[in-house]
């Protein structure tokens, strides 16, 4: 099912930044110098897409257990499916989320102007027939040099973050984009606000509030995909938003933690984990001692 469309909620506010915009509709013909990313399935895409537009879905983007690609493999992507950041990218698809993530994802890889359109394009194409055309997917061999400066200072790193918090966690003013289910149980980061991105168009209160705090704001889903999907809805509506990209999954990989359900501590080691640790060592050199006698 595809969201509604952006509310036009900024426009008291300042404008929305101009790198990354909402559109309601696909402009036809294409401005000069755009060209569209049209984010379903690439096989689909392949088959029927606006002409000219270039096949770019979700999974390209993220490793077979959804990390994130490294930027020097989705630059040369970028490269492969003949961009070079200079171009306006409009986005298409069905999904909005999907828009939302690839639109986030080439925003922060430095594409110079990012927009994405809320209308689903199957329905568009199916009111523009003359408009259709074959998608265009990625080369074997890089085609395009993607030379764009990407926007890396808008990511922030779970390293960064975590000394923070440890510094008592003043300066970022976080927000959690899950549901408020999951952000009570099994929890959230610390001092983080809960504002699902599916109450996003909604609570307009919530968001003016985003945009008129002095606080830099950091935004964070489940994991990578919906941490970049939700940076990039907060930012079409002037929320000067940073994110952090791998979200809640990455704050808690490998740090043995468990946060009580509804509690906002500072994660602390799992005494269980460290109790089977120990215990583990132990049977090891009770082995070793038995093998030298």
Known sequence: MHAAPLPVLAAGHGAAPRALVARTH???PLPAHSVVID???RAVCAR???AGGLCLNPRMLLTSRG??????????LLGALRLTGAETAIVVGDRMRSEDFVAGMLYVAGQRRVEVVADPVTAWLARHPGARGTGTTRGV???AIYSAWPRTRLVVLRQELAARLRAGGRGYLLVDGRGRGRYRRPGHIPGARSLPMADVGRDQAAVRGLISTRRP???YGAGPYGSIAYFARLRMLAVRARVLASGWRGWTHRRHVRVSPGRTGVPTPDKALAVASAGAAIMVLAWRMTRRR
């Open 26 to 28: 696909l402009p036809w």
């Open 39 to 41: 984010t379903r399935r």
């Open 48 to 50: 029927g897409s606006v």
């Open 67 to 76: 990390r994130l690609a490294s930027w020097r493999n989705v630059r040369w």
């Open 141 to 143: 061999f890089r085609e």
């Open 217 to 219: 704001v950091v935004a």
